[in-house]
């Protein structure tokens, strides 16, 4: 890939591994395969919290740029669409088409007019921002996101409108302040994307400004761990961890320090290519796997948790690098090259 920042990549590898481990780690404490543990095991309570505000960032700052380079608001959300959807609709469709019949969470015994009117608020990603029954447990995170899209397309449409009078944009721009103090009181980890924006806003700046020495080497993970920390200690964690997000930021970006240099391995490459299929798949496959695991367990004489972790983890990232392959790439190829020159026709008309 072109122009790519390996360490951000890198990074995406590393959140999405750290929710992995958190849901495994919480699952089997719920499901009493283990014990809530007290040692340094216990800080994988807040890999999940801290991983997903760290993905908001990342949108923060990518999407941001990818706003400024975009020709029209339609190319912004036909790329959005053709990133998210084709995964997310596959589980929502599998959810909806089985759920029922399996007893998947609020799905048992569902009457037809819960089922339609879940089924679409669902598929339009409400549940997060707003509190109604989820279908995809990690799918909150993506109401976020889209909530965040649109608000920076609005905000991007506007400031690029040449037809709408001055007062009209003070208007938008004051109605979608508020929008985004209503979201921040109830959801503060919207927050992070805020860290994303002015971190892309500011980067020039930071690049001409950084200062790439030895004593900054181990400064990511000092930051990351300040965040885990954070999370820890206090009751507001958010007040530490924001600043602490935006200045982690700088050495993966500016791809500088020890952190930078881990999450440019090649493991940690692979992982950030297919963290949103690792993302999106593996609560999937961990619902299965806790009905099977104590089976397995009980045939082969291994302790429950060592079975289900194990299989959990690499059930995972097998779906996932099969999604990643077959949906994020190959299927998501075909559309674009399937509507391009309907597009480009339309185009000169």
């Known amino acids: 890939m072109k122009n790519e920042n390996k360490s951000l990549t890198g990074l995406r590898g590393l959140l999405a591994l750290s929710i992995v481990l958190y849901h495994i780690y919480g699952s089997s404490v719920l499901e009493g395969y283990i014990p809530e543990q007290t040692n340094s095991i216990f800080l ?24 400024v380079s975009k020709g029209s608001i339609w190319e912004f959300a036909k790329n959005r669409f053709l ?11 599998m959810i909806f088409a089985v759920g029922p019949f399996v007893g998947y969470k609020w799905m048992t015994g569902i009457s037809v007019r819960d089922y339609i009117i879940h089924f679409f608020s669902n598929a ?3 549940p997060g921002i707003f509190p109604l029954p989820i279908a995809q447990i990690v799918a909150w995170s993506l109401s976020y996101e889209l909530a965040f899209y649109l608000i920076a397309a609005s905000v991007w449409a506007t400031a ?18 508020t929008l985004c103090v209503v979201l921040v009181y109830y959801r503060k980890d919207m927050l992070f994307f805020a860290v994303g924006v002015i971190f892309y806003i500011s980067r020039n700046s930071l690049s001409r400004s950084w200062d790439r020495s030895p004593g900054f080497y181990f400064s990511g993970i000092i930051y990351l761990s300040g965040m885990f920390w954070s999370y820890y ?9 924001l600043p602490l997000a935006f200045l982690l930021f ?7 320090g020890l952190l930078a240099q881990l999450l440019r391995s090649q493991v940690m490459h692979y992982l950030g290519r297919i963290s949103f299929s690792l993302y999106m798949w593996h609560t999937m496959v961990m619902f299965g796997l806790k009905i099977l695991a104590p089976k397995l367990s009980a045939m082969i004489g291994a302790p429950t948790f060592w079975v289900y972790a194990v299989l959990s983890l690499s059930l995972s990232l097998i779906v996932s690098d099969l999604s990643y392959r077959i949906i994020e790439r190959w299927f998501t190829d075909r559309i674009r090259k399937t509507k391009k020159p309907f597009l480009q026709i339309k185009g000169r008309r």
Request: one cysteine or more; aromatic letters at 12%; hydrophobic letters at 55%.
């Open 83 to 93: 990133r998210i959807y084709p995964v997310f609709l596959t589980i929502h469709l």
């Open 124 to 126: 339009l990603m409400l």
């Open 233 to 241: 200690a206090l009751d507001t964690p958010i007040i530490i961890a």
């Open 44 to 67: 994988l309570n807040y890999a999940g919290p801290i991983s997903v505000n760290l993905f908001f960032v990342i949108s923060g700052y990518l999407i941001t740029g990818s706003l």
């Open 250 to 256: 700088i050495g993966i970006v500016q791809e500088s």
């Open 160 to 177: 690029r409108s040449c037809s709408l009078p001055r007062i009209a944009k003070y208007a938008v721009y004051a109605l979608l302040v």
